[in-house]
């Protein structure tokens, strides 16, 4: 069946400090990927997504994520962590291919920013 | 422009009891998904409308959840009646024709007590 696996349900890291946050998925095609974000209150915001070409993509908030095929990963990273960034996380995973299908998502990962 | 917009944001009733949410769609967004999660669990699709038709609704989990999409515009979810299990956050997405890029709603958390 269709899986997205997100391995880490809360991450704390100090801000300032690097952030890795893990999402593997299933199946045999690669699906489109995308990540997620949601803040106490709001909606899911769209921080990136890849579809095809270039394995490292670059989102919004300074956050960017790498695909690895061989992996069946797609790691988001981002560099400097800023105290804005606790929330939590959704990496999702569209199998159809190009079309306008439902997303599967992992379950989520809440980070939490040390002062 | 409006993003996609729930209502209500809560939503306790009782076993039994019916409740209707209700979403409205980024204007021109053909596309409407609807998902839902449950505490401690992925965020799962029920199911697809594009433009009034359903597309997709292999997600919903019984016949006591009803979708409709008249007109094309807004939709509605209605549980009828409502069980303890239904109990967690629906959450409402739109998208352009053709496109994968999903535009969410900050959900209806609905507690069935």
């Known amino acids: 069946a269709q899986s997205v696996t997100q391995p880490d349900i809360h991450i704390t890291v100090s801000e300032g400090a690097s952030l890795e946050l893990r999402c593997n998925y299933s199946?045999?095609?690669?699906?489109?990927l995308f990540w997620y974000v949601q803040s106490p209150g709001q909606g899911l915001q769209l921080l990136l997504k890849?579809?095809?070409?270039?394995?490292l993509v670059q989102g919004i908030k300074g956050f960017e994520a790498e695909f690895k095929r061989s992996q069946s990963s797609f790691n988001l990273r981002k560099p400097s962590v800023h105290w804005s960034d606790a929330a939590e996380y959704f990496c999702?995973?569209?199998?159809?291919?190009?079309?306008?299908?439902?997303?599967?998502f992992g379950k989520g990962t809440h980070l939490i920013i040390q002062p | 422009e409006a993003g996609v917009t729930q209502f209500p944001s809560h939503s306790v009733i009782e076993k039994g009891q019916t409740v209707t949410l209700r979403c409205d769609p980024i204007?021109?967004?053909?596309?409407l998904y609807w998902y839902r999660r449950v505490m401690g669990k992925e965020i799962k699709f029920l199911l697809h409308?594009?433009?009034?038709?359903?597309?997709?609704e292999s997600g919903m989990p019984n016949n006591r959840f009803l979708a409709e999409r008249t007109g094309g515009t807004y939709s509605t979810l209605k549980v009828q009646p409502a069980e303890l299990e239904d109990s967690g956050v629906y959450f409402c997405?739109?998208?352009?024709?053709?496109?994968?890029?999903?535009?969410f709603g900050p959900g209806t958390r609905l507690t069935v007590l």
């Open positions: 890849y579809f095809s070409g270039d394995t």
């Open positions: 204007s021109g967004h053909d596309n």
């Open positions: 997405a739109s998208s352009q024709v053709f496109a994968s890029e999903q535009f």
């Open positions: 999702a995973a569209q199998y159809s291919g190009g079309g306008a299908d439902g997303l599967t």
């Open positions: 409308f594009v433009k009034e038709s359903k597309q997709d």
């Open positions: 199946y045999g095609a690669t699906p489109y």
